[in-house]
């Protein structure tokens, strides 16, 4: 008998250990009702911060949370919480990757089937447009780690004594399998990820697909370099076990998520978008992706509202908005400088910003060109960005 050693991962809201449990409790309460009284009333889910991210070329954007837990491992909230965060949101696709070998609620909540939390979070949606992919997570200690298996077809398959079994069978069920958090330091005590030979036995067989960059709050280069060497699909997640509100909104963050550019918005479609590597990890300001996806994605986030010479001078004026949820960090790669402005600036979400270009001579068009500091196609390497802009 195999018994599996590994960490819980804590990720609970600090301000959550400063407070008695009474508080604790009753703060539950509240927001339940404060969540079930909103649906009942109204049935509208629109959050205080809903996410928005333009589509590109060719392909839906699609927002995705793919790691999270319930009570049905050890989350705190039932899945349909899950399904109304994500509402709340405008998530695209979430799965709920319980833990299926640590149980901790298991004498209150005994739990033979374990694909129960996908069924609830897809009686919860089935009334919306979210997208619910069926998933769990195999845990195990270093060196195997902890690994989300998604659209698969029945979790109670994926029980093994042996992880390599595991990984098999989420194989044949065709899973898109990626691994958790590999930089975690309770697994990995440097905060780097130790690639080895149990994770390069899985991607030769074609049963690893995808890696965290971003897993909650931490970011991690190193897996971004692992994901570029080994063609593995860039992901970002929330592994949220508490309430999305107490761990982000509340502290001014959104959950990290993965945007994925998808044929259509379905099932299939994101399945195929993720074997593909069509992926952009997303925590606030910072944006994780490959130049491919990245690059259209910051120059789709960026209208030009207006471009116009300031009276009879050289200067021009470039109005810029920013339509994506992401606070935007730049900085001028073009030979022209700037009248009134820092090299360097940021757009926050959803605001404009007006640049006053010099450019020595009037133009009828300009190619705009900034490097985009927030954001990372390898590890150091920020993506330039250019608009051609037609003056008025
Ligand atoms: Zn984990
Ligand atoms: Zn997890």
């Known amino acids: 008998m195999n018994i599996f050693f590994f960490i819980f991962k804590v990720s609970d809201p600090l301000f959550l250990k400063k407070t008695t449990k009474m508080k604790n409790t009753i703060g539950t309460l509240a927001l339940l009702f404060t969540f079930l009284g909103l649906s009942a009333q109204t049935h509208s889910h629109s959050g205080a911060q809903p996410l928005s991210y333009p589509n590109i070329d060719g392909y839906v954007t699609l927002k995705t949370d793919l790691h999270m837990h319930s009570v049905f491992s050890d989350g705190k909230v039932w899945p ?4 109304e965060e994500a509402l709340r949101e405008n998530l695209d696709a979430i799965s709920l990757t319980e833990h299926l070998e640590y149980q901790p609620h298991k004498e209150d909540i005994p739990h033979p089937d374990r694909n129960r939390a996908y069924h609830l979070a897809m009686e919860e949606a089935k009334e919306h447009d ?83 960059v971003i897993n909650t709050v931490d970011y991690s280069e190193e897996s971004l370099a692992l994901a570029l060497e080994n063609n593995l699909t860039i992901m970002g997640t929330s592994d949220i076990h508490g309430l999305i509100d107490w761990s982000y909104t509340q502290k001014g963050n959104h959950r990290p998520i993965t945007l994925v550019f998808a044929k259509e918005k379905s099932i299939e479609g994101l399945k195929e978008a993720l074997f ?12 994780v992706g490959k130049a491919e996806y990245l690059k259209p994605l910051l120059q789709t986030s960026i209208e030009i509202v207006k471009a116009e010479y300031i009276g009879k001078t050289q200067v021009l004026e470039v109005e810029l908005k920013n339509i994506s949820s992401s606070d935007l960090l730049f900085e001028n790669a073009m030979g022209y400088t700037f009248y009134d402005s820092s090299p360097v600036f940021g757009i926050s979400a959803g605001d404009t910003k007006i640049l006053k270009i010099k450019t020595l001579e009037k133009l009828n068009t300009l190619v705009l060109k900034l490097e985009a500091l927030g954001a990372y196609t390898a590890p150091k390497i920020h993506p330039m960005i250019e608009w051609t802009i037609k003056v008025e």
């Open 80 to 83: 349909t919480i899950r399904v």
């Open 130 to 212: 979210l997208l619910i992919i069926p998933g769990s997570e195999i845990t195990r200690s270093a060196p195997v780690g902890h690994n989300n298996a998604i659209f698969i077809t029945d979790a109670n398959e994926l029980l093994h004594e042996d992880a390599k079994d595991a990984f098999s069978t989420a194989k044949k069920q065709n899973a898109f399998v990626f691994w958790n958090h590999p930089a975690w330091y309770a697994q990995s005590p440097a905060g780097t990820p130790i690639l080895s030979d149990f994770q390069k036995e899985r991607i030769k067989k074609g049963e690893l697909h995808g890696i965290e």
């Open 276 to 287: 593909a590597g069509r992926t952009v990890a997303v925590y606030n300001e910072l944006l």
